[in-house]
């Protein structure tokens, strides 16, 4: 367990739908991170926060936008969903400096997009 | 070119083998390293972590970092097919923010 929580695991929704993912950092972590991975495919890099301010961006789609809270929980909304939105999104968070320190995943959320 | 490069496999060994997986890198700016191992979908699981050049252990498994290369490496001994995964070599820059940046990740298949 490495202590990033995410939810829900599992997601099943229509096409322009809108849903949210939450994630719950580990205890003390500062930055979250999000990222995609569609079927066999690698990690895609889409938003990172550091104490509630967004930091870098990837290749996120403008229908997709994120938060960080001040008690440092994220959230990732997808709208407008398209077939091709289907993926697992993994959370991930790390202490300290953005610049340092190791980055630990949560399970992850399956967005399945019918 | 990517940043990262990291060949996708599939690499099978027998039950009991070294594992020796690598990563090349082209951007001298990354100096922090990690490895992930990740399960059919499942989160990415850290392995090993390191800073410098030169080798660190832990347990069945080591990592080495050649940074005059741009080289990195992670071997498992004694394989098991508990092993059989993705494995992902990962580095960060050390800039104001810190890019990560992961290699498409290696498919492992351990046979009994």
């Known amino acids: 367990d490495s202590g990033v929580t995410q939810t829900p695991k599992h997601l099943i929704t229509a096409t322009g739908q809108r849903v949210t993912l939450r994630c719950s950092p580990r205890?003390?972590?500062?930055?979250v991170y999000w990222y995609q991975q569609s079927l066999d495919q690698g990690l895609q890099f889409l938003i990172q926060?550091?104490?509630?301010?967004?930091?870098a961006k990837g290749n996120i789609l403008e229908r997709f936008s994120a938060q960080q809270f001040p008690d440092l929980h994220s959230e990732l909304n997808l709208s407008s969903l398209e077939l091709g939105d289907s993926a697992l999104y993994f959370c991930?968070?790390?202490?300290?400096?953005?610049?340092?320190?190791?980055?630990?995943f949560g399970e992850g959320s399956r967005l399945t997009v019918l | 070119q990517k940043e990262v490069e990291q060949d996708p496999g599939p690499l099978s060994v027998p039950e009991g083998a070294i594992v020796s997986l690598n990563c090349t890198y082209s951007?001298?700016?990354?100096?922090?390293f990690m490895w992930y191992r990740q399960y059919s979908r499942k989160g990415p699981e850290l392995l090993m972590y390191?800073?410098?050049?030169g080798n660190k252990e832990d347990g069945r498994f080591t990592a080495q970092v050649d940074k005059s290369s741009k080289y990195i490496s992670l071997f498992i001994r004694d394989s098991q097919p508990s092993d059989s995964a993705t494995y992902l070599c990962?580095?960060?820059?050390?800039?104001?923010?810190?890019?990560?940046?992961f290699g498409a990740g290696t498919q492992v298949v351990v046979t009994p």
């Open positions: 991930a968070s790390k202490r300290g400096a953005p610049n340092t320190g190791e980055l630990f």
């Open positions: 990962a580095m960060i820059t050390t800039d104001s923010w810190g890019k990560f940046q």
């Open positions: 390191t800073y410098s050049s």
């Open positions: 926060y550091y104490n509630g301010e967004e930091r």
């Open positions: 205890s003390g972590d500062l930055s």
């Open positions: 951007n001298s700016a990354f100096q922090y």
